[in-house]
């Protein structure tokens, strides 16, 4: 059943103009407030504000709020919206629940930590407001199923931050693999070496910095002592709030291997990794990390690194389809294929470099903004996508804390009842997983 404030959300976005073309000049082309579509980040220090630039690249969008629990980091982004826009939001908030009670906001960004992603994402949907959230969706099993029920219930339009599902060339790649002329397919190995991204030195904790809500911050999380490598970007290295690299990346990554491949759920699921690089620094997800995924005639092997570059195929992130034939190996900035050279004999013809456009986030959003329009669920990157991986990824994890390999029948572990344990999340009161 419809709810009125899902009915009016649907009538405004549906009657509201989308004119999806920039002004050239580079001028605010000014909207009547029913052609307007009005948006509000969470978490808006990081990929959050990346995001939000995107969406205000669109001049019928106008960015109405913003919430942070960070002081300095609020003031910071409504002085670069109103550079970008020349005025600043209406509203400025700490208190993320006061942005969702905002009846004038038709879409929320929510590019908040991984451990918050839930609550807020339902919160909005409930709400009656479209969705841009963050990948990985969620930070456990069922809290994805959770986010799912609650976006279908509520008919809800969600774009995850997977936005590679909106750069053609990835899709190109895909059609290639499926057309058959690599061969039998016996390995897709999929890898992330981010040289770029460095140990943390163990540090002290201490006082809450001024301005900082931090038990906002923690929310359902465990508390601790606030400590500067738990706090914004680092964040993502601890196991209360993230999965590492593994979820950081393995989401856009091995989101493609399955796609490619056209299968969904994995017979079994092992992992071997540790903290080999960096043994007494500050981060508790492993800074190395191999991950085996079981399917019928060919393995899913995740392969992740901080600290060094040196990935395979030259490239420090991306995937090779290891077939007969040839490999194909596709990254950000395109794909190709390497033939197989057997005893002198080349078994297909190469493909060379075709690139990608750059502009992944830019073509989310806009896919966004028209699926608003139309009141269509099914984004490039849709809730059942989002979430979808976002286990796929998260089984990986547990299969390497648990230290045994998993057998995995899509809902649960069939092997193991320690497993399981780490399907639904143990919230911090007062917070508690949402009943949807």
């Given at each position: 059943m419809?709810?009125?404030?899902?009915?009016i959300r649907n009538?405004a976005?549906?009657?509201a103009?989308?004119?999806?073309?920039?002004?050239l000049?580079g001028?605010?082309?000014r909207?009547?407030p029913?052609?307007r579509?009005n948006v509000?980040v969470?978490?808006?220090?990081?990929?959050?504000?990346?995001?939000l630039?995107?969406?205000?690249?669109?001049?019928?969008?106008e960015?109405?709020a913003?919430?942070?629990?960070?002081?300095?980091?609020?003031d910071?982004?409504?002085?670069d919206?109103?550079?970008?826009?020349?005025?600043?939001p209406a509203n400025l908030?700490k208190?993320?629940?006061?942005?969702?009670?905002?009846?004038d906001?038709n879409?929320?960004?929510?590019?908040t930590?991984?451990?918050?992603?839930?609550l807020q994402?339902?919160?909005a949907?409930d709400?009656?407001?479209?969705?841009y959230?963050?990948?990985?969706?969620?930070r456990t099993?069922e809290e994805?199923?959770?986010m799912?029920k609650?976006?279908k219930?509520n008919?809800?339009?969600?774009?995850?931050?997977q936005?590679?599902?909106?750069?053609?060339h990835?899709?190109d790649?895909?059609?290639?693999?499926?057309?058959?002329k690599?061969g039998?397919i016996?390995?897709?190995?999929?890898?992330?070496?981010q040289?770029?991204?460095?140990?943390i030195p163990?540090?002290?904790?201490?006082?809450?910095?001024?301005?900082v809500?931090y038990?906002?911050?923690?929310?359902?999380?465990?508390?601790?002592?606030f400590?500067?490598?738990?706090?914004?970007f680092?964040?993502?290295w601890?196991?209360?709030?993230?999965?590492?690299l593994?979820?950081?990346?393995?989401?856009?990554?091995l989101?493609?291997?399955?796609?490619?491949?056209?299968?969904t759920?994995?017979k079994?699921v092992?992992?071997?990794?540790g903290?080999?690089?960096?043994p007494?620094?500050a981060c508790?997800?492993p800074d190395s990390l191999?991950t085996?995924?079981?399917?019928?005639?060919?393995n899913?092997?995740?392969?992740?690194?901080?600290?060094?570059?040196?990935g395979?195929?030259?490239?420090?992130h991306?995937?090779g389809?290891v077939?007969?034939?040839?490999t194909?190996v596709?990254d950000?900035q395109?794909?190709e294929v390497?033939?197989?050279?057997v005893?002198?004999k080349v078994r297909?013809?190469?493909?060379?470099?075709?690139?990608?456009?750059?502009?992944g986030?830019?073509?989310?959003?806009?896919?966004?903004?028209e699926c608003?329009t139309?009141r269509?669920?099914?984004t490039?990157a849709?809730v059942?996508?989002?979430?979808?991986?976002a286990?796929?990824s998260a089984?990986?994890?547990?299969a390497y804390r648990?230290?045994?390999?998993l057998?995995?029948?899509g809902t649960k572990?069939?092997?193991?009842?320690?497993?399981?344990n780490y399907?639904i999340?143990?919230?911090?009161?007062p917070w508690a997983l949402p009943k949807v």
């Amino acid at each position: 059943m419809t709810t009125r404030r899902v009915f009016i959300r649907n009538t405004a976005i549906t009657t509201a103009a989308l004119g999806l073309v920039p002004n050239l000049s580079g001028a605010f082309v000014r909207h009547a407030p029913s052609d307007r579509i009005n948006v509000g980040v969470i978490g808006c220090n990081g990929q959050g504000f990346a995001d939000l630039v995107a969406f205000l690249e669109h001049p019928q969008v106008e960015c109405l709020a913003l919430c942070d629990v960070d002081e300095s980091v609020l003031d910071r982004r409504a002085a670069d919206v109103e550079k970008i826009r020349g005025k600043k939001p209406a509203n400025l908030y700490k208190d993320w629940r006061k942005l969702i009670d905002n009846k004038d906001i038709n879409v929320v960004i929510v590019g908040t930590p991984d451990h918050w992603h839930c609550l807020q994402m339902i919160a909005a949907c409930d709400a009656g407001k479209d969705v841009y959230c963050e990948k990985p969706l969620g930070r456990t099993i069922e809290e994805c199923n959770l986010m799912v029920k609650a976006a279908k219930r509520n008919k809800t339009v969600v774009q995850v931050g997977q936005w590679q599902r909106s750069d053609p060339h990835w899709q190109d790649a895909v059609n290639f693999i499926q057309s058959g002329k690599l061969g039998k397919i016996r390995l897709v190995r999929v890898f992330s070496y981010q040289g770029w991204c460095p140990s943390i030195p163990v540090l002290p904790d201490e006082p809450v910095p001024a301005g900082v809500d931090y038990n906002m911050w923690l929310g359902p999380a465990t508390q601790h002592p606030f400590n500067r490598n738990r706090f914004h970007f680092t964040f993502r290295w601890f196991w209360d709030y993230a999965g590492g690299l593994m979820t950081d990346w393995g989401v856009h990554l091995l989101d493609y291997a399955l796609y490619g491949m056209n299968v969904t759920t994995p017979k079994s699921v092992m992992a071997m990794g540790g903290k080999y690089g960096y043994p007494t620094d500050a981060c508790e997800t492993p800074d190395s990390l191999q991950t085996i995924y079981e399917f019928d005639g060919f393995n899913v092997m995740w392969d992740h690194a901080i600290g060094i570059n040196d990935g395979a195929y030259g490239r420090n992130h991306g995937l090779g389809f290891v077939g007969e034939n040839g490999t194909l190996v596709v990254d950000r900035q395109g794909w190709e294929v390497i033939p197989e050279n057997v005893n002198g004999k080349v078994r297909m013809e190469a493909v060379p470099l075709t690139k990608g456009t750059g502009k992944g986030i830019n073509k989310h959003v806009t896919n966004l903004l028209e699926c608003m329009t139309k009141r269509n669920p099914d984004t490039n990157a849709s809730v059942e996508i989002g979430a979808h991986i976002a286990k796929f990824s998260a089984i990986g994890n547990i299969a390497y804390r648990t230290g045994k390999k998993l057998i995995w029948d899509g809902t649960k572990f069939t092997n193991d009842s320690e497993a399981n344990n780490y399907l639904i999340p143990n919230y911090r009161e007062p917070w508690a997983l949402p009943k949807v």
